[in-house]
């Protein structure tokens, strides 16, 4: 689908993988609306002015009643649907919270979409938590989805509770499962990397820092291993899919990497390309995490030509830099 001058709504659009989505919507020339709940002043849409170009809406999608009402508003084209809890350790936390908002808000997008036939198209992010703990190498999009920890299982629902639609109501939808996101604007600092660039931004001198002084925080052993990805890697993969939604609807992708590291190993990477030392403690008191998860991301280079094109060390100072300018 073209999307230009074509109504888009980005839920979560004002989140950290949400807000790169809409700058691009934005130079693509499509009209943009932006549904989210939290407003971060510090977060991308706001520090490069994205706001300014999209029409930005305070609003739980949970609503089933307010979310249909603006749909119907703006009529909306398409829908990249984001929004969700994306914390492993509040999912931990607040079970219940993290179920209701990751299933309701997609149960309501799908079934919107289902009694709105100008919708031409919806993209699910789901995730590659959704997999739950497989003992392989790389996980393939016919892996059975078997989350056990909360935010595995959201996400395993979401994927499911999609296909359901698709399945029976043949709706245009695809759906999207990524490894570990980074990039610019990420504002989780729980996370490893804004949690390392958090750490040097107050630790100017960290280079010459010894054992003793600020340490970042490892909640895991150190050892888990993920694919990374870079954020705008991730937006290209959307635009492709709502390019070629006739092409590809009713199906689901892999976005993986080939930067499949180990917290440690992530570390060390950091460090030789900022040249920064970079005092962590191992805390290890992850709960229920997946030790090792990696995506086999073949089936989406095939049908559509994606790849990853960046890697952490050609994007972690402009990285750095953008984390330089906030107020932390």
Known sequence: MNIINKNVLVTGGAGFVGSH????????KANVIVVDINFDKRSYLFSE??????KVINLNICDYKK???????YKIDFIFHLAAQALVDVAYNDPKGTLDNNILSTVNIL???????????VIVASSDKAYGKLNKIKYVESDPL???????????????ITTTYIKTYKIPAVVTRFGN?????DLNFSRIIPGIMKYLVKNPASAKASAGKSELRIRSNGRYVRDYLYVKDVVNGYLLLAENIDKVRGEAFNFGSKETL??????????????????YKILNIAKNEIPYQSLDYSKIKKALGWKP?????????KIFHWYQSLTL
């Open 309 to 317: 094109v960046s890697n952490i060390k050609l994007t972690v100072k």
């Open 67 to 73: 979310t249909l009402d603006l749909v119907k508003k």
């Open 146 to 160: 078997s989350g056990d920890h909360p935010y595995e299982t959201s996400k395993s629902a979401t994927d499911l």
């Open 181 to 185: 996101i980074y990039g610019e604007g």
């Open 262 to 279: 180990s917290v440690l190993r992530l570390i060390e990477v950091v460090e030789k390309v900022l040249g920064k030392k970079i005092n």
């Open 49 to 54: 002015n994205l706001d300014k170009k999209s």
């Open 21 to 28: 989505l809409v700058e691009e919507l934005i130079k693509e």
């Open 111 to 121: 079934e919107i979409v289902r009694t709105n036939k100008n919708i031409k198209g």
